[in-house]
């Protein structure tokens, strides 16, 4: 017998509000008052091409390999942070190794913030998520992360792993993109970019501008 817990006590509010609406029909109750951390909204997304590279079968994205390094270095700025506070969560290996590498690389204790596929971190829970989704192309192709049903349990899994803070990385474009695959989930896509959009929380990014190493 299968039971649904309608009372989360984990996360902020404001991280909670799509996953309640999108996935639990706002059945989904606050059981404690979670602040969000100083200085920083509790959700943010991200919209930044760059272009996917396939690594035998996975995938790998290396704007969004800089920008999660540049975002958790100015998380751990924050003094009551620690580096094992932090997640960087993604759907694809390949992803991974390249974010531990560029984080021991250029942020202080990076080694020692905790980066995985989205499989890995389920049950899993830290102060500061951030979600790299990779994919990024001109055919619209997001693989498994468009498929009805366990695509859209992996964001869902994804983004509520945070507590304070979860900010979400995306090629918007790709994500939303009509024109092909015609079983893709690009309705769930398209909540998500106008939840972020429509209440201020969406920021473009330029790769080149951004000031982390190739």
């Given amino acids: ?13 404001d991280i909670a509000y799509f996953s309640n609406r999108r996935f639990y029909d706002r059945a989904l109750r606050q059981g404690r ?17 760059g272009g996917e590279t396939t690594i035998e079968h996975s995938k790998r994205n290396d704007a969004e390999v800089r920008l999660s390094t540049y975002i958790v270095n100015e998380l751990l700025e924050n003094e009551s942070l620690d580096a094992t506070d932090i997640g960087v969560i993604t759907p694809y290996s390949a992803q991974v190794d390249a974010i531990r590498a560029k984080l021991t690389a250029h942020c202080k204790n990076g080694s020692e913030v905790d980066v995985d596929t989205i499989d890995s971190y389920q049950g899993s829970e830290k102060v500061a998520i951030v979600i790299s989704l990779v994919r990024s192309n001109g055919d619209g192709d997001i693989g498994f992360l468009g498929r009805p049903l366990d695509g859209a349990r992996r964001l869902n899994v994804a983004m509520t792993r945070a507590k304070q803070f979860c900010a979400l990385i995306g090629d918007w474009y790709t994500l939303r993109y009509t024109q092909a695959h015609a079983d893709k989930n690009v309705e769930l896509y398209n909540d998500l970019y106008s939840f972020l959009d429509n209440t201020g929380r969406l920021r473009e990014v330029e790769p080149e501008f951004i000031p982390v190493p190739e």
């Fill in 33 to 49: 008052d979670v602040t969000s951390m100083e200085d920083q909204p509790a959700i943010i997304g991200y919209d930044i091409g």
């Fill in 1 to 13: 017998i299968g039971i649904q817990l309608r009372t989360q006590y984990r996360m902020h509010r």
